[in-house]
Each structure stands twice: as C-alpha cells, then as structure tokens.
C-alpha cells in the first residue's frame, strides 16, 4: 500500500520525557560521554537542552529517542549529528541525509552538523575503530553562535547545510589523522568526495539526491519485516508525507489497516520476552506517532481517509500488565493527549 499525507504544522504533548541532567558548557564533553541528552548551561541566562546522535544514520543507536527527551523543554532544543561517520575501511561509513535535517527544522530542533576528531582502535576487529568523540571546541563556538541567532529552527538548519563542503573536510582530514595514529584503514576519501561534492552543489540537490537514497531505503523496508516489527495483521506500507516546508519523507508504516473510510497507521515495537520494548524502543515510537497524529490529506490512490496513529506493543504470552502499570498509565496518558491509540499484544488498551 501507498499512502501519500501532508503536515502544515506539529501540535503534540510529549509527557515520557526523561528528567534530564544538567551540565555547564566546561563540562560538554563530559556530557556528550554520559548522557544522550541533557541541559546545557552555557551561561546564567543561557540554557539548552542538548542531545546527539552516534551516526549520521537515523536507524542506529535510537537517535529519535534522543531528540525525544528534549522536546519537553520549553527553551531551544539541540541535537548533534555528524556529517559523515567512518567506522573503519571494515565497517560501515555513514552520511548525513537531508531528510534529518528537514524532519529536525520541522519538529522545531536546531541542528548542529559536527565531526569527530578523535577514537580508539578497535581490539576485537581489524581495520575497525570506536569511541568516536567530537570536535569539542567546534561544537562550542556552534552553540555560542545559536545563542544570539534569532530565527527559527529551520533557517538555522538550512544555514547548517551551507557549510557541508567545508564540516565534510574537516571530517575527513580527521579520519586521515586518525587512521595514521592508530594504524587502522578507513575508507576512500576521494569516493567520500565525490559523494560530497553531489550534496553540496545547492541545498536542492542535496534534497534529491538524499531523497533518493532515503526513497530506496524506504522500498527496502516496506519489503522487510525486522524482529521488532511483529506484524499480525494489516499491510507493512510506504508513507510519503509532504511538508510546508517544501519536504519529502519516505517513511514506512509497520501496519495500515483499512475500515471504510478510515486507516490506522501503526509503529509496532515487539519484543520477544514477558517484558516490554525498551523504553528507548518506545520512545523511537512515539516520535513516529508525533507525525501519524499531525498528518493531513491522507490519501490512496487519491481516496482520501481519515487517519489514525496506533504505537502497538508486542510481547511473550507471559507478559503481566500489572508489573508495568505506572509506565503504561503514563504511555495512555500520552495517547490520549495527543489522540492516538495504544496496542497491547492485540488489544487496545485506551
């Protein structure tokens, strides 16, 4: 199934927010080794709430449940990704897509793009390395910069990604440094380059060819079903939502169940024990339910439907619901404010 929506605008009430530990701006870096997410105290008038990805790949190490725990600050909210993450010439190399970007500026987050200037050899893999850490003094004057810029979250972000050519390089004479030091194999620079070179020709090419990418990655994964995606029942479908601000996103749908004229649009999260998915599990959910509640013209094959959001959780038949009553309250609480529905192992529980 293909489904094509629009956003104008997001409302939501985020209420599993984690109480987030606070930081001075001397201490960033031993923040960004501690915690995924945190308030930064830059100065007595001056406070962030902070959080940043460990790859420039969205689908690694929870980075939405990262920016998640910042939405319920009320002051500027910050997340970190770097444009490029080399893991050694034997793992994997990642970039980022401006698909993030866009998805960051329309949940109202500032972006900063940054790089990584220092790892650790890995000992169990050859050619591999570890520990990445950031530039911690770029990511500094980035963050004094954001402190006296006036407009919103987008304009910011669209300047971000005039300085790719020029963040890319830094990255990559780091990796450079970085493979002398340890003796380990990155990859080809000259093909990081060239990739580059396609992303940075003008903000729209960077869109189209990023798009293209995150399109292909999107026909991928309607075709796959991932352990903790346990689909029974409804059709795995492909998601285009277009924007005001001019975006596309090519998400997919783990279920969409159709009843005349309305679709549930679902994010399952399944777990094989009797407990629940990992809280960082459901908080990755809940930010896709942050989009499915705010959709608009939801349509297919140009018959329109009236949408709604379903954050569905699977578990072992020995699951208790009375272990987890003060999470799940909460969660319903969440669902109801922001009007969508919860699924527990095949029953909705709001």
Not at 13 to 28: G, Q
Not at 242 to 267: M, S, V
Not at 288 to 298: G, K
Not at 304 to 311: D, F
């Amino acid at each position: 199934m293909n489904i094509i929506a629009k956003i104008t605008g997001i409302k939501y009430k985020p209420l599993l927010c984690r109480e987030l530990k606070k930081y001075s701006l001397s201490e960033l870096e031993t923040a960004l080794s501690k915690d995924a997410t945190f308030i930064l105290e830059v100065d007595n008038r001056n406070q962030l709430a902070v959080s940043y990805w460990v790859s420039a790949k969205r689908t690694r190490s929870y980075p939405y449940a990262r920016v998640y725990d910042s939405l319920g600050f009320t002051g500027k909210k910050v997340t970190i990704i770097p444009i490029v993450k080399d893991e050694g010439f034997r793992g994997d190399r990642d970039f980022l897509q401006w698909d993030t970007i866009s998805l960051m500026s329309l949940l109202g987050v500032y972006v900063i793009i940054a790089y990584y200037t220092d790892a650790e050899k890995n000992t169990r893999f050859e050619d591999k390395i570890t520990s990445q850490q950031y530039d911690i003094e770029y990511v500094k004057n980035e963050i004094h910069s954001l402190l006296v810029y006036q407009s919103d979250a987008l304009h910011w972000n669209i300047m971000q990604t005039r300085k790719i050519k020029e963040i890319a390089g830094k990255a990559l004479d780091a990796y450079e440094k970085i493979s002398k030091k340890l003796t380990v194999r990155v990859h080809s620079r000259p093909l990081a380059e060239k990739r580059i070179e396609e992303i940075v020709k003008s903000k729209n090419a960077f869109m189209d060819f990023s798009r293209a990418l995150a399109k292909s990655a999107q026909k991928r994964e309607s075709g796959t079903t991932h352990k903790n995606e346990k689909i029974l029942s409804g059709k795995k479908s492909t998601l285009t939502i277009t924007n005001y601000l001019g975006g596309n996103y090519y998400f997919t749908a783990d279920e969409a169940r159709l009843k005349q004229n309305k679709i549930l649009l679902i994010e399952a999260k399944n777990t094989k024990n009797s407990k629940l998915p990992a809280i960082s599990d459901i908080k990755d959910g809940l930010l896709h339910m942050i989009l499915f509640t705010n959709l608009e013209q939801v349509k297919i094959n140009q018959k329109k439907y009236l949408p709604k959001a379903v954050l569905k959780l699977t578990t072992a038949k020995k699951f208790k619901i009375k272990n987890y009553t003060k999470l799940l309250d909460l969660l319903k609480k969440e669902a109801k404010t922001n009007k969508f529905l919860i699924e527990l192992n095949n029953k909705f529980i709001n």
